[in-house]
């Protein structure tokens, strides 16, 4: 019976652990880096090794950062009294992309699901009520997701801090912008409804 | 302006690279990597460079191995008066996986186009002829793909043979197993119907 060499069998196995990608298309993958040129191998594996070695959790938000305290953390020309929690570090950039907010973030790490043991501690939510008793934070943007974890953590959060005068918000849901309405789906168009504001 | 730490700007420009990865997709890989176990980014790099270490182009028949001859054309269990020609070395495993075939296999490295300055001598056509001169075999099986260019290559292959005693043959083309008569392309519909044969 036919094997592949054992560095293409290990380099498929390894690239079909990633999220998305099966073994078809790690086979795939595998075939592209190394019919291609050699080199850029290398440069995919260093940038992978770098990446491992140099990016931390910044100490104050826990976003992704190559300093203790991130970029953003660090800036001394945002709004101190703007507070954006988000569950995971990569919901940090459409914030900025969209250029509408010039607050600081606070990556939970997650939601609660206390089913899987994801309890307020496991999250960063001390961390962050302590934040909230200390700083003169004076509006607090629960920038979650919509699954009913991430609805009760928003709703957690909110209940926590309720004695605290800091204003808690959330995120605006309805028809993006530029989407034909045959498309929407139900929950959306209800929201959307709902939650329709005066013209 | 915010920007990403460089670490994982370069990760992500660097996985973008890969085909069919784009630039969202590779933000995720990337993510995921960071905020899974940091040793398996390792695991990872490594394989990557292990492959680009070990793997070389079999000297005989141009498919993937770890040493000089692979261990098909080093086998002497298989009918060496077959030979099958693929374009790319990962043609090569749907063959084996089917278990039905028993003879070597010939990697071109791709299929002939003129515009693109791909000539019989780009690729390893002039070996092939070589190969099927010196050695005893009696078919040769085209199996390239179905675009213009992979068919014309194996009607040129076919003629710079015309004088040689090797049969040539092409795989059957026509309606897959399992398939739905109601989802057939035309241009299959079409070959299937051509090509078909006595029950």
Do not use: W
Not at 56 to 82: A, F, M, N, P
Not at 137 to 144: D, H, N, T
Not at 177 to 190: K, R
Request: charged letters at 30%.
């Amino acid at each position: 019976m036919y094997s592949s060499p054992p560095a293409l069998e290990k380099l498929v196995q390894e690239l079909s652990k990633l999220p998305s990608i099966g073994r078809k298309t790690a086979r795939r993958l595998a075939f592209h880096l190394i019919s291609g040129d050699r080199e850029k191998m290398e440069d995919l594996a260093n940038s992978i090794l770098n990446a491992k070695n140099r990016l931390v959790h910044c100490t104050r938000c826990y976003g992704i950062s190559e300093s203790e305290i991130c970029q953003i953390c660090e800036s001394t020309h945002r709004d101190s009294e703007l507070l954006c929690v988000v569950e995971r570090a990569s919901d940090i950039l459409p914030f900025e992309n969209s250029g509408a907010y010039k607050g600081f973030y606070f990556v939970l790490g997650g939601v609660l699901s206390p089913l899987d043991g994801i309890k307020p501690e496991t999250l960063h939510i001390p961390e962050l009520v302590e934040r909230i008793e200390k700083e003169n934070v004076k509006e607090l943007i629960l920038a979650l997701g919509s699954s009913p974890e991430a609805e009760s953590t928003a709703l957690y959060i909110d209940r926590r801090l309720a004695n605290l005068p800091c204003k808690r918000t959330k995120l605006a849901r309805g028809i993006p912008v530029g989407s034909e309405l045959e498309f929407i789906d139900d929950v959306t168009m209800l929201r959307a409804f709902e939650e329709r504001v005066r013209v």
